[in-house]
């Protein structure tokens, strides 16, 4: 029986599968069984994996569920005692399992070992750095304020205490990810693998790309976590809001200058400031309201001209300092 369950959901994941199949088959820790779940691929999906030979990669086939489905579906095949998820577009480094399997073991009281991220675009090439975030032990204060985690290929997790706080919520795409580090950081205590271990891929069709529905999700998220935390933590509500709302930002500026996307920034600005309105005395404020500005006022090739004249004043990586200087 292996040690550790990799569980991969793949939907129409032609393009990327095998580049994320094989930095499975390539990490330095081999005791691990890999499941697929094939959920309703029409693609060719399935052709690209059929031609991977592995004894310890599983593939099983289901209707289109949804990511959280295909996940749940996957821990019901699973045998191992460690539980990672990744994502059919991700990839991890080759000493990404044996680090965080070494951080748990060496801490017992952890249930939860995450790692650094970097991004990559759809190309594979680099995007940008990730939070890179360095926090162990009790963590369930920072993780009321943001899923410094990032995405769901980042964590290994202890069977054991996954069984203990319950399945993946498929009501809640695309936040089910941070509901359910949630419930973990109010039961244990993660550990951090300060390393970049995990390429994340930024596609414009992902999940995370839908602002409304990610709006939506987010703020049932921070309503059910804040329901359930200590009285001792109800003052972080605020920030947890506008720490969704400044990622929103982020997210609706990022890619090409889309003058509607400028427009649900602004209302994702508004948010922010109504939750948190110390952000106004802080450099990078202006810097967001310049570059939403841009957007509105001017065509896109314009203003398209414009900001990467001054990518170093107001990239859209600039706004992810809102996010960090929150934890």
């Known amino acids: 029986m292996a040690l550790i369950s990799v569980i991969i959901p793949v939907y129409n994941g032609k393009k990327t599968i095998r580049e994320t199949i094989e930095s499975v088959l390539h990490q330095t820790f081999s005791d691990w069984e890999l499941i697929v779940i094939n959920d309703g691929s029409n693609d060719g999906t399935l052709e690209v994996i059929a031609n991977i030979k592995d004894t310890r990669l599983n593939v099983f086939s289901y ?10 579906r996957g821990l019901s095949k699973a045998h191992g005692e460690f ?24 801490n017992s009281q952890a249930a939860v070992a995450y790692s650094w991220t970097d991004c ?18 009790n963590v369930y204060a920072q993780m009321l304020l943001t899923d410094f985690l990032e995405h769901g290929s980042n964590p290994l997790i202890r069977r054991d205490a996954l069984n203990q ?10 936040a089910e990810d941070w509901d359910m580090w949630l419930r973990l950081a109010a039961r244990y205590q993660f550990v951090a693998v300060p390393s970049v271990q995990i390429l994340y891929r930024v596609s414009a069709n992902s999940a995370s790309s839908n602002l ?3 709006e939506a999700a987010c703020l049932q998220v921070i309503e059910r976590a804040f329901s359930q935390a ?32 400028a ?19 802080k450099k990078v404020s202006f810097k967001v309201l310049f570059k939403i500005i841009i957007l509105l006022l001017l065509p896109a090739p314009q203003s398209q001209a414009l900001v990467n004249k001054f990518k170093g004043l107001f990239n859209t990586s600039t706004i992810l300092g809102y996010l960090r200087q929150a934890i």
């Open 63 to 72: 209707p289109n569920a949804g990511q959280a489905a295909s996940r749940n």
């Open 83 to 106: 539980i990672a998820f990744l994502d059919a577009d991700d990839v991890w480094m080759p000493d990404k399992l044996e680090l965080q399997l070494k951080a748990l073991q060496t």
């Open 120 to 137: 990559i675009d759809e190309s594979g090439q680099f995007l940008r750095r990730g939070n890179h975030i360095n926090l162990t032990g």
């Open 165 to 174: 706080v319950g399945s993946f919520d498929e009501s809640l795409p695309p």
């Open 212 to 214: 409304g529905k990610m």
């Open 230 to 261: 200590p009285d001792s933590l109800q003052f972080l509500k605020k920030y947890s809001i506008a720490n969704n709302y400044k990622y929103l930002i982020f997210k609706a500026l990022e890619g090409l200058p889309e003058r509607g996307r």
């Open 263 to 281: 427009l649900v920034a602004v209302r994702f600005f508004w948010h922010t400031v109504r939750n948190d309105p110390g952000i106004l005395g």
